[in-house]
């Protein structure tokens, strides 16, 4: 297995949570969505993952896609033992009930009897943890189906002030002649935050921590109430145990 194949968190000093998310831009906001939720330091090197990982006792790798997970857990099985817990967050890319069904399979295979998403799962035996996080409730509106949807977290006095370009944004796509974006949504996404006081040049984890999305919106905790609460105890735990 060639070593720039492996991913990065295998040769880390090892944390007790392993989080692995679809992509770098997820990594950024989920990190600093967590510890924003967790009471974390905001005020000191924020901006720089490693301090926020180091806080949160998170090690959290972009795997570019959940497929890889079969593979932590077929090659890299000793890695994966030495963390607390395993906890993935992906989008609902192929549906919903079909991406929960192919990640509950792999954990299932490995022992893990995940049943529901959106929930910690402990096992008794191996002294674990894990969770399967999807973006996207079934059967529910609004629904958080990827990071685009942060644009319906958005208090009403904070959008109201850009709602005329995204109106004119939704018309220009929809009657002109040009070729349409192949993400539109993103690209809504792209101009609120454009439009802001400081620029996050698509930096949505920073974007959320100077208050233009709202953290504590619904769609949001819906889903990760579980994670926050997992990560929160176990942070009171070792903070109890260094002191």
């Known amino acids: 297995f060639p070593s720039h194949d492996k991913p990065m968190f295998f040769n880390s000093p090892i944390k007790k949570h392993c989080l692995i998310v679809e992509g770098q831009r997820d990594k950024e906001f989920f990190l600093k969505y967590l510890s924003l939720q967790c009471g974390g330091n905001h005020d000191l090197k924020f901006e720089k993952l490693e ?8 090690k959290a790798e972009n795997l570019k896609g959940v497929d890889k997970l079969k593979t932590l857990f077929t090659e890299k099985t000793d890695e994966l033992e030495k963390y607390q817990s395993i906890i993935v967050v992906a989008d609902a890319d192929t549906g919903y009930t079909k991406r929960c069904a192919e990640i509950f399979a792999i954990f299932k295979e490995n022992g893990f009897n995940v049943q529901k998403p959106n929930q910690i799962v402990e096992h008794p035996e191996k002294q674990k943890a894990v969770g399967v996080f999807i973006l996207g409730e079934a059967g529910e509106s609004p629904r958080f189906n990827d990071l685009e949807s942060l644009l319906d977290t958005t208090r009403t006095q904070t959008a109201f002030c850009y709602e005329q370009p995204l109106q004119a944004f939704d018309v220009f796509a929809e009657t002109t002649d040009l070729k349409k974006p192949n993400q539109p949504a993103k690209s809504r996404l792209n101009i609120y935050t454009a439009y802001m006081p400081t620029f996050t040049d698509n930096q949505l984890g920073e974007a959320l ?20 609460n ?11 145990e260094n002191h």
Do not use: C, M, P, W
């Not at 301090?51 to 998170?58: A, T």
């Not at 921590?209 to 926050?228: N, P």
């Open 209 to 228: 921590r100077k208050g233009y999305f709202d953290k504590d919106a619904q769609v949001l905790t819906d889903i990760f109430k579980d994670l926050i």
């Open 230 to 240: 997992h990560l929160s105890k176990n942070k009171e735990t070792n903070n109890t």
């Open 51 to 58: 301090d926020i990982e180091q806080e949160l006792n998170v």
